[in-house]
């Protein structure tokens, strides 16, 4: 969950490490720091709290170096403070150390290096790699060496960069089960955790895989597999424009992504709708088509948001495919014994393509035989490499922690590929074709809803006292329900739980009262006249009520406190519209209580530990 970056060339880097940390700073905040070596002496610089308090620090030093590593840390082991802050270094300084990722036997490994006399400064896991590299240093081995002997040694996962005053002229990075990429320039390259860090500078880049370990040097780099065999890397070419890593003129990531959606979506859908055939064209499941159709069944894993997006498809490809589908938390699937079979098709969704249990839950159902597709937005995130087949969401980059136009995105793609089978089974051309129809409107209806964005800001000033709120939904609503629950708690810190409306009664009633404010995912489809009675009940304990309504009805406006209208569509796309006031609902709330929703408390992007 780390972010890491490095650079080594002729340029003073200072200015370079702490561009890129800010770039990464949405993946761990609660400390920086950097390496470097200065006329070859390391300089190594850290702070508690975010990227700016280090660049107040290091801009008082002055520093002219054009080799250096920088960190910024989501702690895991040991808490945040100057001592666990990245990087780690050898007892003499010469070597240090960043790592993203965890290591499992760090507690026998250290032990093991204290009885030969190393001296251990931090809490963290992490610091054992730097003494276990310098311990191999020791024995006359060269820097690349010493990292391959100790990755040899370790269990765990790593993303991890090394550079020592002893090699100036080159950084060692690493990676197993944590993202890595090498960056290349002219006369000068760079290391990162994430391409988004160094995109500014260069979009030739070299993606690394698990067990492989790469000197990279100014003029060139060079990739071995741990048993020291050459490797041969593609160098690809990544198109990220800086504005789309931007805030612009927007307050927040979270809000600029929020507005963006009416592109976001049409991004996801443009050139994949075959108005002609009623179907649509996904070219990362070419030739995966009958496989996946012919399915005795679909299992979706996910965390998080991305799982909300997994059940809303659980409706889609039910109703549209006839197909059973299963979704499971990623988490879960991983430490049981799940029955997965060669006519299973897993589909594994997840923004950033890096979260540790969903790549860890795609490797068992492949180890089992089943096609595992991704579903994916970050381009050459390590579940859109490790599956057989996938689909980009094509949201464009996603900085906020909390998720908001990947979610719209992932059902676009989702719908997508509920289309593409059904259109194989039953469902009919011209259903297919309204699908599309209805798909294609999607975006000047969202734009329609952020018109409204004054109004759902009104609302939001009512909250911001709330203790605890409940989101309740029915049918496709119903993850849309558990969605905008978690908007709301992971950043205005308000307890939110969101339920299907007739589990209600089922417990979750006896919490309303007059503090209880509940909002209810009503548009008119075939449950409406059910979720009608379930905000009587609610209305009935005097609890606050918002409901989330279709444009046309013009009944609940009399039954409830507050309404947010949206405009119509099929209901497997209602959720595509019923989200976005939610997502503007807990963003207007959490910025009025003066909290920080693009890095919420506690929180990391993408999750790279389990
Ligand atoms: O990158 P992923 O989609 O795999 O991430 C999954 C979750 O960590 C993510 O959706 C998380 O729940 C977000 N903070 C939700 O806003």
Redesign the pocket.
């Given at each position: 969950m780390c972010g890491i970056i490095g650079y080594i060339g002729g340029k003073n880097c200072v200015p370079i490490l702490i561009e890129g940390l800010k770039r990464l700073e949405y993946r761990g905040y609660d400390s920086a720091g950097v390496g470097l070596i200065e006329n070859n002496t390391p300089v190594v610089i850290k702070k508690k709290g975010r990227v700016a308090e280090l660049e107040n620090k290091i801009s008082k030093l002055k520093i002219d170096s054009s080799v250096g590593i920088a960190h910024t840390r989501w702690a895991t082991h040991g808490e945040p403070n100057e001592v666990n802050a990245h990087p780690h270094v050898n007892k003499d300084s010469t070597i240090f150390l960043v790592h993203n990722g965890i290591i499992e036997n760090f507690n026998e490994l250290r032990t093991d290096l204290q009885n030969k006399g190393f001296e251990f400064r931090s809490e963290t896991d992490s610091e054992v790699l730097v003494q276990l590299i310098d311990f191999f240093m020791g024995k006359d081995v060269s820097l690349f060496d010493a990292v391959r002997y100790a990755m040899n040694m370790v269990k765990g996962t790593y993303g991890i960069a090394i550079a020592s005053t002893h090699v100036p002229e080159k950084i060692i990075v690493a990676r197993k089960g944590s993202p890595l990429v090498i960056g290349l320039g002219n006369g000068e390259n760079f290391i990162a955790s994430d391409v988004n860090a160094i995109i500014s500078y260069t979009s030739s880049i070299v993606y690394l895989d698990d067990g492989e370990i790469a000197c990279v040097q100014k003029d060139s780099f060079e990739v071995k597999n741990i048993d020291d065999e050459l490797i041969e890397k593609e160098i690809q070419q990544v198109k990220i424009s800086i504005d789309s890593i931007s805030k612009g003129n927007y307050a927040h990531f979270m809000l600029k992504e929020i507005m963006e959606q009416p592109v976001s979506v049409k991004n996801s859908f443009r050139g994949r709708l075959l108005f002609e055939e009623g179907s649509s064209k996904l070219g990362g499941l070419q030739g995966f088509e009958t496989r996946i159709a012919n399915s005795n069944r679909i299992l979706i894993c996910?965390?998080?948001?991305?799982?909300h997006a997994g059940l809303v498809a659980e409706y889609m490809i039910e109703q549209y495919a006839g197909i059973p589908v299963e979704v499971e938390y990623a988490s879960e699937f991983r430490y049981r014994n799940p029955i997965i079979t060669a006519d299973d098709t897993c589909i594994f969704?997840?923004?950033?393509?890096?979260?540790a249990d969903?790549l860890a839950a795609m490797k068992e159902a492949k180890r089992r035989g089943a096609l595992v597709l991704g579903v994916c937005?970050?381009v050459g995130s390590s579940?859109a490499r490790e599956s057989h087949a996938g689909v980009y969401i094509h949201a464009g980059p996603e900085i906020g922690?909390?998720?908001?136009k990947?979610?719209t995105s992932q059902l676009v793609v989702l719908a997508l590929i509920t289309i593409l089978i059904a259109r194989t089974k039953h469902l009919s051309l011209v259903d297919g074709q309204n699908i599309l129809r209805e798909l294609d409107k999607i975006p000047s209806k969202i734009q329609q809803i952020l018109d409204n964005h004054a109004k759902i800001e009104k609302i939001a000033e009512e909250f911001i006292d709330s203790k605890n709120f409940l989101y309740l939904g029915r049918g496709y609503n119903f993850p849309v329900a558990l969605e905008g629950a978690?908007?709301l708690k992971?950043i205005s810190y308000i307890h939110a739980e969101g339920y299907p409306a007739a589990e209600m009664k089922h417990g979750p009633i006896a919490l309303i009262d007059k503090n209880m404010p509940a909002v209810f995912i009503s548009p008119v489809d075939s449950v409406y006249e059910k979720v009608l009675s379930n905000i009587e009940e609610v209305k009935a304990r005097k609890g606050r009520i918002i409901a989330i309504a279709t444009e046309d009805d013009n009944y609940i406006d009399k039954i409830v406190d507050y309404v947010i209208k949206v405009p119509n569509t099929i209901r497997m796309l209602m959720p595509i519209l019923t989200v976005i006031p939610l997502q503007l609902l807990a963003y207007h709330i959490a910025v009025k209580k003066g909290l920080n929703v693009d890095q919420p408390r506690n929180?990391a992007?993408?999750?790279t530990v389990e």
């Amino acid at each position: 969950m780390c972010g890491i970056i490095g650079y080594i060339g002729g340029k003073n880097c200072v200015p370079i490490l702490i561009e890129g940390l800010k770039r990464l700073e949405y993946r761990g905040y609660d400390s920086a720091g950097v390496g470097l070596i200065e006329n070859n002496t390391p300089v190594v610089i850290k702070k508690k709290g975010r990227v700016a308090e280090l660049e107040n620090k290091i801009s008082k030093l002055k520093i002219d170096s054009s080799v250096g590593i920088a960190h910024t840390r989501w702690a895991t082991h040991g808490e945040p403070n100057e001592v666990n802050a990245h990087p780690h270094v050898n007892k003499d300084s010469t070597i240090f150390l960043v790592h993203n990722g965890i290591i499992e036997n760090f507690n026998e490994l250290r032990t093991d290096l204290q009885n030969k006399g190393f001296e251990f400064r931090s809490e963290t896991d992490s610091e054992v790699l730097v003494q276990l590299i310098d311990f191999f240093m020791g024995k006359d081995v060269s820097l690349f060496d010493a990292v391959r002997y100790a990755m040899n040694m370790v269990k765990g996962t790593y993303g991890i960069a090394i550079a020592s005053t002893h090699v100036p002229e080159k950084i060692i990075v690493a990676r197993k089960g944590s993202p890595l990429v090498i960056g290349l320039g002219n006369g000068e390259n760079f290391i990162a955790s994430d391409v988004n860090a160094i995109i500014s500078y260069t979009s030739s880049i070299v993606y690394l895989d698990d067990g492989e370990i790469a000197c990279v040097q100014k003029d060139s780099f060079e990739v071995k597999n741990i048993d020291d065999e050459l490797i041969e890397k593609e160098i690809q070419q990544v198109k990220i424009s800086i504005d789309s890593i931007s805030k612009g003129n927007y307050a927040h990531f979270m809000l600029k992504e929020i507005m963006e959606q009416p592109v976001s979506v049409k991004n996801s859908f443009r050139g994949r709708l075959l108005f002609e055939e009623g179907s649509s064209k996904l070219g990362g499941l070419q030739g995966f088509e009958t496989r996946i159709a012919n399915s005795n069944r679909i299992l979706i894993c996910a965390c998080g948001t991305s799982w909300h997006a997994g059940l809303v498809a659980e409706y889609m490809i039910e109703q549209y495919a006839g197909i059973p589908v299963e979704v499971e938390y990623a988490s879960e699937f991983r430490y049981r014994n799940p029955i997965i079979t060669a006519d299973d098709t897993c589909i594994f969704i997840s923004q950033s393509g890096e979260t540790a249990d969903t790549l860890a839950a795609m490797k068992e159902a492949k180890r089992r035989g089943a096609l595992v597709l991704g579903v994916c937005n970050v381009v050459g995130s390590s579940i859109a490499r490790e599956s057989h087949a996938g689909v980009y969401i094509h949201a464009g980059p996603e900085i906020g922690v909390a998720s908001t136009k990947a979610f719209t995105s992932q059902l676009v793609v989702l719908a997508l590929i509920t289309i593409l089978i059904a259109r194989t089974k039953h469902l009919s051309l011209v259903d297919g074709q309204n699908i599309l129809r209805e798909l294609d409107k999607i975006p000047s209806k969202i734009q329609q809803i952020l018109d409204n964005h004054a109004k759902i800001e009104k609302i939001a000033e009512e909250f911001i006292d709330s203790k605890n709120f409940l989101y309740l939904g029915r049918g496709y609503n119903f993850p849309v329900a558990l969605e905008g629950a978690l908007k709301l708690k992971e950043i205005s810190y308000i307890h939110a739980e969101g339920y299907p409306a007739a589990e209600m009664k089922h417990g979750p009633i006896a919490l309303i009262d007059k503090n209880m404010p509940a909002v209810f995912i009503s548009p008119v489809d075939s449950v409406y006249e059910k979720v009608l009675s379930n905000i009587e009940e609610v209305k009935a304990r005097k609890g606050r009520i918002i409901a989330i309504a279709t444009e046309d009805d013009n009944y609940i406006d009399k039954i409830v406190d507050y309404v947010i209208k949206v405009p119509n569509t099929i209901r497997m796309l209602m959720p595509i519209l019923t989200v976005i006031p939610l997502q503007l609902l807990a963003y207007h709330i959490a910025v009025k209580k003066g909290l920080n929703v693009d890095q919420p408390r506690n929180l990391a992007k993408s999750v790279t530990v389990e």
